[in-house]
């Protein structure tokens, strides 16, 4: 049995945050404006996607994410609520695909793909406790 085969197409979540200055470019670089930081949408998507499947991976399993083709459509000022939404559009073995697209109050403000791997965290934790201990 393949670790996807219970998450169905079509499932979705979508996540929903206020943004703060400490969430804009502006507190990352003071030169730039204080708008959304499009890392911080790509989170939002990400954090969307992992909500859309968790109940779907087995015990002990959880998803990590993997690849990222997202565009920032338009700026959101502080003070606007942004919403994310994931969709799960194909799965394989072990990684699933998603639409993703972000709002905030006034319109579309991000589009694109991400993809997440499903995995074993105990494998998973080995692995990279592993590494850090060189």
Known sequence: MKTTEKIPVGASATKTIFVTKELTVAH?????PEVYGTPMMIYLMEVAA???IRRYLPEGWVSVGVTVDIKHLAAT???????AKAEVVATTESTI???VEAHDEVEK???GYHSRAAIDMKRFEKRYKNKSSR
């Open 77 to 83: 000022p502080v003070g606007m609520m942004v919403t």
């Open 28 to 32: 990352f670089h003071e030169d730039m």
């Open 50 to 52: 992992e909500e859309a």
């Open 97 to 99: 695909s998603f639409k």
């Open 109 to 111: 403000i991000g589009e």
